[in-house]
């Protein structure tokens, strides 16, 4: 297929207008959720200042956990995960979907002994927090949310 000139500016054209929009929540904000995989943690940035640090459980396995950029979009303070058990996830921060197009969220469990395991990979893929530390987290986000209309991006690496 041979295009012409003025075909081939349009899709050039088409290609730089949906990559400028489709790209523009790439850029990093300066207030958001971080998480160090290699390390475990996740940090709260505020103004690019870190006001908070937990320990976390990712993925166990490598890519369970997905890299990038992201932004909640969905919350509660409880739910239920039929894919797992009937699991109660609490301070729930939905941020993606699997390949099995199950959430992967930012989430405490409701028994404590899972917490013993945190700051060591061992989630399907979700983000594990502590309790208490998810209670703090929620909070912020439901601040954030209400300061700027939006959810808050969450950065994982």
């Given at each position: 297929m041979?295009?012409?000139?003025?075909?081939?500016l349009?899709?050039?054209?088409l290609?730089?207008?949906?990559?400028?929009?489709f790209?523009?929540?790439?850029?990093?904000e300066?207030s958001r959720?971080e998480?160090?995989l290699?390390?475990q943690?996740?940090?709260?940035?505020?103004?690019?200042?870190?006001?908070?640090?937990?320990?976390?459980?990712s993925?166990?396995y490598?890519?369970s956990t997905p890299?990038?950029?992201?932004?909640v979009f969905?919350m509660?303070?409880?739910?239920i995960s039929p894919?797992?058990?009937n699991?109660?996830?609490?301070?729930?921060?939905a941020f993606?979907y699997s390949?099995?197009n199950?959430?992967?969220a930012?989430?405490?469990l409701n028994?404590s002994?899972y917490?013993k395991?945190?700051?060591h990979p061992?989630?399907?893929?979700?983000v594990?927090?502590s309790?208490?530390?998810s209670?703090t987290?929620?909070?912020?986000v439901?601040?954030?949310?209400?300061?700027?209309?939006?959810?808050p991006q969450?950065y994982i690496y």
């Open positions: 041979i295009l012409n000139k003025k075909t081939f349009f899709f050039l054209f290609l730089f207008f949906s990559a400028k929009v790209c523009q929540d790439l850029q990093l300066s959720i998480v160090d290699t390390n943690k996740l940090y709260v940035l505020k103004e690019n200042l870190r006001v908070f640090e937990f320990l976390i459980s993925g166990q490598p890519g890299k990038g950029i992201f932004r969905s509660g303070k409880k739910s894919n797992y058990n699991a109660v996830l609490l301070n729930y921060l993606t390949k099995k199950y959430p992967i930012i989430h405490a028994y002994s917490e395991k945190l700051g061992a989630s399907h893929g979700c594990r927090v309790r208490k530390d209670k987290l929620f909070s912020w439901i601040n954030y949310k209400k300061s700027n209309n939006q959810y969450i």
